[in-house]
């Protein structure tokens, strides 16, 4: 039916509505967008008109087109009518376009993974330094300004032969991978984990293969299995894995460790480690690099804790391959703006700054316990996490997308994080695992109002329209 207008009679015999209710109207339309018998571009039955025939007020069915607005799966043209939404821009791949939310404005968005502005450190000072301090260099000068490797070097959770800066975590992760990864390679992954990483793997022409997640990262009996697929490379995120909040201690470091050494035929592997809310996490630094120094590359980003877009992350690893990744970008960006550097190095040794941090870390602790502490309490069964997102459990994933919506607040839906395997489990209504039905929400956007967030999600968590989806 894509592309054809359907009216208000065909609309009620395709959903079946059970009443209605703002929130059962659009879960039952949202089922038909999700099951494709309403397909992309389609026009819906006027406000009016499907009012008239379920016998109900305008204002019940605006309310119901505005829920599956604000969770993207339909789109207002004025005039011209409410359409399912179509595809996203192709300047996102797949995964990406899943994770993007609209633009439609609402009461509380919680699905970004962003940090929370108030909570960054102030530029101001910084900016005001910058123009006395900034060097210049030359097109063939050191891609790191000294002062900054001096700092970066002092607070590295291991000894890494090569310290550069790049663009952003994800400018790291990728330069690392295109020197590691050939077409039909293997890359050992977590599920759930960021899905950039898994986009970027399919563009590589890579096979991710998933690793159980539990409280403290990666389960090295998942990984030991993975190792036996002889993968290239394994990518993880050390704390505040995106999107359980789960972080490694030491312990479980040196259990993956030992277990990489121990597996056959991987004398190649690189691991390569995401750190990207570090400044803002409440465990400590950790890294597999302690045990396994000629393996690990090592990435730490300063979004999270110093704004996102300042787009520097520094990554350390063997010097070889560290040298590779630099030689390869010199033909292309070249650098990292060492005016941007230098804000940096500012905001890293400036006394203010450092308390903003330091404050924020303890804001997003304060936030990830109140709110988990008050999920836990209505019964939805949230694990402890650190940085600024939780991984909730729900029912269903797209009838919590809506519910949440018609209540004014938006969160991830949890498939985009699920390496394909998992994907298709969840897809295909397999409850195994990390295969069920999640949404990501990022509690460090949450600053007040816990118990009413609270009551929200845990009805969202608990709600599934009849037939399921």
Known sequence: ????????????????????????????????????????????????????????????????????????????????????????SARLAPRMRGMAAPEDPVRLDLSRGTPDPMLLPA????????????????????????????????????????????????????????????????????????????????????????????????????????????????????????????????????????????????????????????????????????WLPDRVVHVRSFSKSHGPDLRIAALGGPRDLIEHIAGRRMLGPGWTSRMLQTILLDLLVDGASIDAVTEARRAYYTRQRSLGDALRERGVAVAPADGINLWMPVLGERSALVQLAAAGIRVAAGTPFLAASDATDAANGMRQRAGGDYVRVTVGAVRDEVEAVADDLASAASHLVAGGY
Do not use: K
Not at 8 to 25: C, H, K, Y
Not at 35 to 50: F, I, K, M, S, Y
């Open 1 to 88: 039916m894509s592309g054809e207008r359907v009216d208000a009679a065909q609309l009620i015999a395709l959903a079946g509505f059970a009443d209605a209710s703002p929130r059962t109207i659009a879960s039952e339309v949202a089922r038909l967008v999700n099951a494709g018998e309403l397909g992309p571009g389609q026009r819906l039955p006027t406000v009016r008109d499907l009012a008239a025939a379920l016998g109900v007020s305008p204002a019940t069915i605006s309310q119901a087109w505005q829920a599956l607005a604000r969770a993207g799966l339909i789109e207002a043209r004025g005039r011209a009518g409410s359409f399912v939404r179509g595809a996203a």
């Open 123 to 290: 530029l101001g000072p910084a900016l005001s330094r910058v123009s006395v301090r900034a060097e210049t260099g030359s097109y063939q000068s050191e891609p790191v300004i000294p002062a900054l490797a001096r700092v970066l070097r002092d607070s590295w959770p291991s000894d890494a032969e090569q310290i550069m800066v790049v663009d952003g975590a994800l400018d790291a992760i990728s330069r690392t991978l295109e020197q590691l990864v050939r077409f039909g390679d293997r890359v050992a992954v977590e599920s759930p984990g960021f899905p950039p990483f898994l986009d970027l793997l399919e563009v590589l022409g890579a096979v991710a293969v998933p690793v159980r997640l539990d409280g403290h990262g990666m389960r090295p009996d998942s990984l030991a299995a993975a190792l036996r697929r002889r993968p290239v490379a394994v990518l993880l995120q050390p704390r505040a894995q995106n999107p359980t909040g789960a972080s490694m201690t030491p312990a479980r470091a040196e259990a993956l460790a030992r277990t990489i050494e121990a597996a056959e035929r991987v004398d190649d592997l690189i691991v390569i480690e995401d750190d990207h809310s570090g400044l803002i996490s409440i465990e400590a630094d950790v890294t597999l690099g302690t």
